[in-house]
């Protein structure tokens, strides 16, 4: 492989000849090959957005020259546009801060400039990562502004595919609205319910968690950006820092304003916690409705086999004809993966120090690895399941009719304990509870008729 020589203030480093990037992302990269990993995409994308944004910034407070400006945005369009993805090479296991990252952006187009001026890569005379592309920044508002924009930017999608599933769950609602069975709560008998009322209460609880990732955007929309190395601001003019909220502002289509504490907005990585327990919350509850599905959909012969789920793939390389539950099990992998990573983020979030939390670096790949990772399992999950699932509604109606919670609703008429030996009896005898009531006489075929009728019992009050 034929290289180059470049050289950072630590001296020269050789970098192969057809690279971008330059000593510092080469000293990175031989300081840290830890996890194989690269920068997810999205916070490429939202860090390039703000080297283009400061360099229309700074032409505009007259620091940065028409020429040197225009080649730095022009490098910054065409990775935008997905030119030199590859050049992106930082683990994101890598020093405090990001300033690996950082510097790998600003030497990739800062050298792609070059080329564009007609220069050759590396000959940083006049146009340099530090001093042009970097100008009036540093790593340590640069960071957090870019985890900010990634998650809107990556936010929007997942809201999306959030309210997808929930119309998916809703119509199900719908469909299934007229199937009555029997309840369990503890996994045992309980009162009767209509499949149609458990799929709206998953759909209920999509909404709530979509409407609290929701919720987590004004914060996300306050940026530190100008507050440079500690948040006073230092090399970024009042300008400098309007013009970025107004470039980004545009870049971007988000509301974006400045913070109102520069430094708070350093220190802090609240936003960040607050969307990445927002996940947490929706994949526990995500998790806990697959979960559910797995358990109605057990069997065929065995288990409750009350909903078919689609069948997607063989489910045994020994048992043939045998169907898992494949969509509901990936979704429940994909949610124990999204908890790990807050948990990862919480504790970086509470390991910040003094005017620099430098485990932003740890921070940015967790909260865009589960943005993405959910985005998508939540469009298979409702594509490849939700969205076909039927109904066994001949099974639903054989268990309510033995369901032993059916009893529930003769204790306001003959009391709790009398209720109760019925339920005992029909379990040692088999038989079911009507049989039980009308060989007992306790109530007439007419009386049980009016108030054993399932269809009030999935509705408040008592049957008359």
């Known amino acids: 492989m034929t290289t180059r020589i470049e050289k950072d203030s630590m001296g020269e480093m050789t970098v192969p000849a057809g690279a971008y990037y330059g000593a510092q992302t080469a000293r990175a990269l031989q300081n840290f090959p830890i996890s194989g990993l690269k920068p997810h995409p999205g916070f490429v994308w939202a860090t390039v957005i703000i080297k283009k944004a400061a360099a229309t910034a700074n032409c505009s407070t007259g620091r940065l020259s028409a020429e040197t400006g225009n080649a730095i945005i022009a490098a910054a369009d065409e990775v935008l546009a997905g030119a030199l993805a590859d050049q992106f090479v930082v683990d994101p296991f890598q020093a405090g801060a990001g300033t690996s990252h950082n510097m790998n952006v600003n030497e990739v187009l800062a050298n792609r400039a070059l080329e564009l001026l007609g220069r050759e890569r590396g000959d940083f005379s006049t146009l340099h990562p530090n001093d042009h592309v970097n100008m009036a920044q540093s790593t340590n508002d640069v960071i957090p502004t870019a985890i900010r924009l990634a998650a809107l930017e990556m936010l929007d999608p997942l809201l999306e595919a959030l309210q997808e599933l929930e119309l998916a769950l809703t119509a199900k609602a719908h469909e299934f609205d007229h199937i009555l069975k029997s309840g369990r709560t503890h996994l045992q008998d309980a009162v009767p319910i209509r499949l149609g009322q458990e799929f709206g209460a998953y759909a209920a609880a999509i909404r709530i968690n979509r409407e609290g990732l929701e919720g987590c955007i004004p914060a996300l929309l306050e940026l530190g950006i100008g507050g440079t190395a500690v948040g006073t601001g230092l090399n970024a003019e009042p300008a400098y820092i309007s013009a970025m909220i107004e470039e980004l502002t545009q870049a971007t289509g988000f509301p974006l304003t400045a913070s109102t504490d520069l430094f708070e907005a350093m220190q802090n990585m609240d936003p960040f916690l607050a969307l990445s327990s927002a996940l947490r919350r929706t994949a526990v509850n995500l998790g806990r409705i697959a979960n559910d599905l797995r358990l109605l959909a057990s069997g065929p012969r065995t288990g409750l086999d009350e909903i078919r789920l689609p069948a997607i793939q063989p489910g045994s390389s020994i048992m043939p004809g045998k169907i898992n539950p494949s969509m509901a099990e990936m979704t429940n992998m994909v949610c124990f993966q999204i908890i790990g990573c807050d948990q990862a983020i919480m504790q970086a979030a509470q390991a910040g120090q003094l005017e620099l939390n430098v485990m932003m670096p740890l921070i940015s790949w967790n909260l865009t690895f589960s943005l993405g990772l959910l985005r998508n399992c939540v469009?298979?999950?409702?594509?490849?399941?939700?969205?076909?699932?039927?109904?066994?509604?001949?099974?639903?109606?054989?268990?309510?009719?033995?369901?032993?919670?059916?009893?529930?609703?003769?204790?306001?008429?003959?009391?709790?304990?009398?209720?109760?030996?019925?339920?005992?009896?029909?379990?040692?005898?088999?038989?079911?509870?009507?049989?039980?009531?009308?060989?007992?006489?306790?109530?007439?075929?007419?009386?049980l008729d009016t108030i054993m009728q399932p269809e009030h019992l999935t509705k408040p009050g008592l049957p008359k």
């Open 379 to 447: 469009q298979k999950f409702t594509d490849s399941c939700i969205s076909g699932i039927t109904a066994n509604e001949t099974r639903c109606r054989r268990y309510l009719e033995e369901s032993l919670g059916l009893v529930t609703v003769l204790a306001p008429y003959i009391g709790y304990n009398a209720s109760a030996a019925i339920a005992k009896e029909s379990v040692a005898s088999g038989k079911s509870i009507r049989e039980i009531v009308l060989e007992q006489k306790l109530m007439s075929a007419e009386e």
